[in-house]
Nanobody
Framework: QVQLVESGGGLVQPGGSLRLSCAASRSIFSIYSMGWYRQAPGKQRELVAV???????NYADSVEGRFTIATDNAKNTVYLQMNSLKLEDTAVYYC????????????WGKGTQVTVSS
């Protein structure tokens, strides 16, 4: 089991920045991948950014160059630094973790709201 707790959402103006945090209940060395997904009203949940095996990064085209995913292994925490925020970034952001040992499993946080509005 992996419990995930997100924080850092809020209201920001277009062009602004926010940093989301996701604290995991176990060492992230034992987690195959950690990432961020988002779901806007009326839309499907979509991948934002993911880090796998500690060194492989993937970003959605819509956030490439604006968002950065990073981990702090000592704090078992993954971050999502979001810069140059746009109105269309408004969504609930969810932290995700996938493990492969002892068996494949996937875990989600409860989500944190990010609202970009002028």
């Amino acid at each position: 089991q992996v419990q995930l707790v997100e924080s850092g959402g809020g209201l920001v103006q277009p062009g602004g920045s926010l940093r989301l945090s996701c604290a995991a209940s176990r060492s992230i060395f034992s987690i195959y991948s950690m990432g961020w997904y988002r779901q806007a009203p009326g839309k499907q949940r979509e991948l934002v950014a993911v880090i796998s095996s500690g060194s492989s990064y993937n970003y959605a085209d819509s956030v490439e160059g604006r968002f950065t995913i990073a981990t702090d292994n000592a704090k078992n925490t993954v971050y999502l630094q979001m810069n140059s925020l746009k109105l269309e970034d408004t969504a609930v952001y969810y932290c995700n973790a996938k493990i492969v040992v002892p068996s494949r499993a996937e875990f989600w946080g409860k989500g944190t709201q990010v609202t970009v509005s002028s």
